[in-house]
C-alpha cells in the first residue's frame, strides 16, 4: 500500500474539507425542522370587509342567530342546541329550498358557532350564509 504524505516540498492541497460545511446545515436543518410546526400554530386573519348584498326574492329565508352567550335562535326563538339540527330538518322537510342566513354575535365563542354550522350541515341545509354588519 502506498500512502501520501505530506512534505514541505508537495503543492498546496486543492480539496475544500466539507465536513463542517455539512454539520451547520444538519444544525440548521434540525432547528427550522423543530421551530416549523411552532411558527404555523398561529394564524392572524383579516377577514375582508363586504358590501350589502339583496337574496333573490323567490327564496324563503330563514335566519339562525347566535347570541352573545351561544344560545342558537331561529327567527328569534331560542332553541336548545340538542334540538336545534331536529329543528332545522323540520324546517327543511316543509321547504326543502330553504336558505339559512346565520348571524353570530360577535363576541360568541367560536365552538358555539361551530356547534351550529355542524347541526346544520347534519340537517341537510344546502344554503348557509353569513351575515355581516357593513362598516
Same mark, same amino acid.
Given at each position: 500500500?502506498?500512502?501520501?504524505?505530506?512534505?514541505? !516540498?508537495?503543492?498546496?492541497?486543492?480539496?475544500?474539507?466539507?465536513? $463542517?460545511?455539512? /454539520?451547520?446545515?444538519?444544525?440548521? &436543518?434540525?432547528?427550522?425542522?423543530?421551530?416549523? +410546526?411552532?411558527?404555523?400554530?398561529?394564524?392572524?386573519?383579516?377577514? +375582508?370587509?363586504?358590501?350589502?348584498?339583496?337574496?333573490?326574492? /323567490?327564496?324563503?329565508?330563514?335566519?339562525?342567530?347566535?347570541?352573545?352567550?351561544?344560545? $342558537?335562535?331561529?327567527? !328569534?326563538?331560542?332553541?336548545? &342546541?340538542?334540538? *336545534?339540527? &331536529?329543528?332545522?330538518?323540520?324546517?327543511?322537510?316543509? /321547504?326543502?329550498?330553504?336558505? *339559512?342566513? &346565520?348571524?353570530? /354575535?360577535?363576541?360568541?365563542?367560536? !365552538?358555539?358557532?361551530?356547534?351550529?354550522?355542524?347541526?346544520?350541515?347534519?340537517?341537510?341545509?344546502?344554503? *348557509?350564509?353569513?351575515?355581516?354588519?357593513?362598516?
Amino acid at each position: 500500500m502506498a500512502f501520501q504524505t505530506q512534505n514541505e !516540498d508537495d503543492s498546496e492541497m486543492s480539496e475544500i474539507n466539507v465536513t $463542517p460545511l455539512v /454539520d451547520v446545515m444538519l444544525v440548521l &436543518l434540525v432547528v427550522f425542522i423543530v421551530t416549523a +410546526p411552532l411558527l404555523t400554530q398561529i394564524v392572524r386573519v383579516k377577514l +375582508p370587509k363586504t358590501e350589502q348584498t339583496e337574496p333573490a326574492p /323567490d327564496q324563503h329565508i330563514t335566519i339562525l342567530s347566535i347570541s352573545a352567550t351561544g344560545q $342558537p335562535m331561529i327567527d !328569534d326563538k331560542p332553541v336548545p &342546541l340538542e334540538k *336545534l339540527e &331536529l329543528e332545522l330538518k323540520a324546517l327543511q322537510e316543509k /321547504d326543502p329550498d330553504i336558505s *339559512l342566513q &346565520l348571524q353570530a /354575535d360577535k363576541t360568541a365563542m367560536f !365552538d358555539a358557532v361551530a356547534k351550529v354550522m355542524a347541526s346544520a350541515q347534519r340537517s341537510g341545509i344546502g344554503k *348557509l350564509s353569513f351575515v355581516t354588519v357593513q362598516e
